[in-house]
C-alpha cells in the first residue's frame, strides 16, 4: 500500500519543475532593470542581489508551464529603468541590447513570441554574451525546446556566474528531467545568490528529495513554506506546490498523518488545479483501513 500511495505522488510530481512561468521574468528583470533611486544611492559594488531579487513575480510559482503554448500575463507590477544594472555582464550591454531586451520582456507579456523572439535574436545579435537576453530566450524554448533551452542558460552562467536567476531556472529543468546531481551545484549556487528567494528553496528541496536525502529536503521545503507565507504576492498554485512536495516527502517518511494533512492544504489551495485529480486518489488511499 505504501509503494502504490509514493507512486501516486511521484508521478503526479513529475510535472511540478516544468519551465518556470513567463511571470517571473519580474524577477528577472529586478535584476537588470533597477529603479533610478538604487543608482543615485548605491555604487554597483554594494548592490545585494537579495535586495533586488523579491520581485512579485518571482514568487509566483506554478507547477506547470503554459499548458496551451501561451505565454502567461506578466505583473503589472514590474518597475523598467534601464539606466541601472547589477551584475559586470550587464553592466557591459550596450544601450541597445538593453533596449531591445526590455522590448522582448514587453512581447512576452502581451503573448507575442514572434515579437519577443525578433526583439532577443537582435539584443543578442548586438551583444551575444548577454546573460539576459539568452535567459529569455531559454524561457521560451523550455516548454517545447529544451536542449536549446539547457543551452542558452549553460551560455548565460559562462558569460555571468553572478546570475542567479539562470542558475535556478535551470536546476529547476534539471530536476524536472530527474538529473539531480546536475541541479545540485546549480541550485546551490543559486541559494548563495538568491537567499531570500522561496523559489530557490523549493527548487533546492526537489534536488535534494531527488537524492533521497529527505530530511534535508524537509527543511528546504518548511523554509520555502515559512517564506512564501510573508509574500504578499504569492499565488494559490505556489502554495498548492509547496504543500505538494512537502506533503511527498512526509510520504516518504511514512508520517501518513502529517502527509494526509499537506495534500488537504494542497486541495484548499488548488481545489480545481493540475494537484486536485492525484490529490483526491492519494488520499484516498491514505484514508484505507490498511495505512492506519
Same mark, same amino acid.
Given at each position: 500500500?505504501l509503494?502504490?500511495?509514493?507512486?501516486?505522488?511521484?508521478?503526479?510530481?513529475?510535472?511540478l519543475?516544468?519551465?518556470?512561468?513567463?511571470?517571473?521574468?519580474?524577477g528577472?528583470?529586478?535584476?537588470?532593470?533597477?529603479s533610478?533611486?538604487?543608482?543615485?544611492?548605491?555604487? +554597483?559594488?554594494?548592490?545585494?542581489?537579495?535586495d533586488?531579487? @523579491?520581485?512579485?513575480?518571482?514568487?509566483?510559482?506554478?507547477?506547470?508551464?503554459?499548458?496551451?503554448?501561451?505565454?502567461?500575463?506578466?505583473?503589472?507590477?514590474?518597475?523598467?529603468?534601464? @539606466?541601472?544594472?547589477?551584475?559586470?555582464?550587464?553592466?557591459?550591454?550596450?544601450?541597445?541590447?538593453?533596449?531591445?531586451a526590455?522590448?522582448?520582456?514587453?512581447?512576452?507579456?502581451k503573448?507575442?513570441r514572434g515579437?519577443?523572439?525578433?526583439?532577443?535574436?537582435?539584443?543578442?545579435e548586438?551583444?551575444?554574451?548577454?546573460?539576459i537576453a539568452l535567459?529569455?530566450?531559454?524561457l521560451?524554448?523550455?516548454?517545447?525546446?529544451?536542449?536549446?533551452?539547457?543551452?542558452?542558460l549553460e551560455?548565460?552562467?559562462?558569460?555571468?556566474p553572478? +546570475?542567479?536567476?539562470?542558475?535556478?531556472?535551470?536546476?529547476?529543468? #534539471?530536476n524536472s528531467?530527474?538529473?539531480?546531481d546536475?541541479?545540485?551545484?546549480?541550485i546551490?549556487?543559486?541559494?548563495?545568490?538568491?537567499? @531570500?528567494?522561496?523559489?530557490?528553496h523549493?527548487e533546492m528541496a526537489?534536488?535534494l528529495?531527488?537524492q533521497?536525502?529527505?530530511i534535508?529536503?524537509?527543511?528546504?521545503?518548511?523554509?520555502?513554506?515559512?517564506?512564501?507565507?510573508?509574500?504578499?504576492?504569492?499565488?494559490?498554485?505556489?502554495?498548492?506546490a509547496?504543500?505538494?512536495?512537502?506533503?511527498q516527502?512526509?510520504?516518504?517518511?511514512?508520517?501518513?498523518?502529517d502527509?494526509?494533512?499537506?495534500f488537504?492544504l494542497?486541495?484548499?489551495?488548488?481545489?480545481?488545479? #493540475?494537484?486536485?485529480?492525484?490529490?483526491?486518489?492519494?488520499?484516498a488511499?491514505l484514508? @484505507?483501513p490498511?495505512?492506519?
Amino acid at each position: 500500500m505504501l509503494a502504490s500511495i509514493v507512486s501516486t505522488a511521484t508521478r503526479a510530481a513529475k510535472p511540478l519543475g516544468g519551465a518556470w512561468p513567463t511571470r517571473v521574468l519580474c524577477g528577472l528583470l529586478k535584476f537588470v532593470f533597477c529603479s533610478s533611486a538604487l543608482a543615485l544611492s548605491t555604487s +554597483f559594488a554594494q548592490v545585494s542581489l537579495a535586495d533586488v531579487e @523579491s520581485a512579485p513575480a518571482w514568487s509566483e510559482a506554478r507547477p506547470d508551464f503554459v499548458s496551451d503554448g501561451r505565454l502567461p500575463q506578466v505583473s503589472k507590477n514590474t518597475v523598467f529603468d534601464d @539606466s541601472v544594472v547589477v551584475t559586470a555582464n550587464a553592466l557591459r550591454a550596450p544601450a541597445k541590447a538593453r533596449a531591445a531586451a526590455l522590448k522582448a520582456f514587453t512581447a512576452m507579456s502581451k503573448n507575442q513570441r514572434g515579437q519577443a523572439e525578433e526583439q532577443i535574436a537582435r539584443a543578442l545579435e548586438i551583444y551575444p554574451d548577454y546573460a539576459i537576453a539568452l535567459t529569455l530566450r531559454a524561457l521560451i524554448e523550455a516548454s517545447t525546446q529544451t536542449s536549446a533551452a539547457i543551452a542558452d542558460l549553460e551560455h548565460a552562467i559562462r558569460a555571468d556566474p553572478s +546570475f542567479g536567476f539562470a542558475c535556478a531556472l535551470l536546476a529547476n529543468i #534539471y530536476n524536472s528531467q530527474e538529473r539531480y546531481d546536475d541541479a545540485l551545484p546549480l541550485i546551490l549556487r543559486a541559494s548563495r545568490l538568491l537567499p @531570500s528567494a522561496w523559489r530557490v528553496h523549493f527548487e533546492m528541496a526537489r534536488t535534494l528529495f531527488g537524492q533521497h536525502q529527505s530530511i534535508k529536503a524537509l527543511v528546504e521545503v518548511n523554509e520555502a513554506i515559512r517564506r512564501v507565507g510573508i509574500d504578499k504576492t504569492a499565488r494559490s498554485d505556489g502554495r498548492a506546490a509547496l504543500h505538494f512536495l512537502r506533503g511527498q516527502i512526509l510520504l516518504d517518511q511514512q508520517d501518513f498523518g502529517d502527509a494526509k494533512l499537506e495534500f488537504e492544504l494542497t486541495l484548499k489551495e488548488s481545489s480545481q488545479g #493540475y494537484f486536485a485529480q492525484h490529490v483526491n486518489q492519494i488520499l484516498a488511499r491514505l484514508e @484505507s483501513p490498511t495505512t492506519q
